[in-house]
């Protein structure tokens, strides 16, 4: 049955730091036939050109924030905001109506029996609020560096930096109501997903069985 907005899919909301592991993550639950909502996406969709928000990012920081495609050039751009707090404060009340409402827009149209919605700021974020239950992926910083630092070709400290904008793993874990522990193989990080899949299924089908009276 495809959900309205009286019948809101149930929303799980999946975190956790850079490379711990969302989109591997993300993969296998999609892989379960499980719609997947990712927030990464949607960033990069609503400056897509063409798009009223790239005209305002061009008009602002002026052409020179463009690459020769006529595409955004996010490297600049984020080198920009990284050491400009006023320019990045500017940018974020520019996008975060715009991703809010299309997150909202695709959670809401979601046809599996539940949705995964997957977002590196769920928690930094009032992205949290969206979500039903929450999911964190988790391993050490350590091996985060490492995945993130061969997946992205970046040096240590640049990771870093990343994770120090990030809330801690102590706090992001006392949020959560399910782990996943990637720390070993991606094997076994798949068997995780399966298993909570399974309890994700069943609790989507008693919400179903039980509607919401308002
Ligand atoms: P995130 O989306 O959280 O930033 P990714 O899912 O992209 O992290 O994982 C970061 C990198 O580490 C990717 O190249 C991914 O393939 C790899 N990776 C993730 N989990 C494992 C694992 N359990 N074993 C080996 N490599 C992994």
């Not at 990012?57 to 707090?85: M, T």
């Not at 928690?123 to 061969?150: G, K, N």
Request: proline share 5%.
């Amino acid at each position: 049955m495809p959900a309205t907005a009286a019948n809101k899919p149930l929303v799980i909301g999946l975190t956790g730091g850079i490379g711990s592991g969302k989109s591997a993550a993300s993969e296998y639950f999609a892989r379960l036939g499980i719609d997947i909502v990712d927030a990464d996406i949607v960033a990069r969709e609503v400056v897509e050109p063409g798009s009223d928000a790239l005209l305002s990012i061009a008009q602002y920081f002026g052409p020179k924030i463009l690459l020769a495609d006529g595409s955004l050039d996010r490297v600049q751009l984020r080198n920009i905001i990284f050491s400009a707090p006023k320019e990045k404060t500017w940018l974020e009340s520019l996008l975060h109506p715009l991703i809010n409402q299309r997150l909202r827009e695709q959670l809401i149209s979601a046809t599996s029996a539940y949705v995964v919605f997957s977002s590196p700021l769920l928690l930094e974020t009032p992205q949290h609020q969206l979500t039903d239950r929450i999911v964190v992926v988790d391993c050490t910083p350590e091996i985060q560096i490492q995945r993130a630092a061969a997946r992205d070709n970046m040096k240590r400290y640049q990771v870093e930096a990343i994770m120090a904008t990030q809330i801690n793993r102590a706090e992001r874990l006392s949020r959560a109501d399910d782990i996943l522990m990637n720390q070993g193989s991606l094997q076994e990080l798949a068997t995780q997903v399966l298993k909570l899949h399974q309890q994700y299924l069943a609790a989507a089908t008693k919400s179903s069985d039980n509607p919401r009276h308002d």
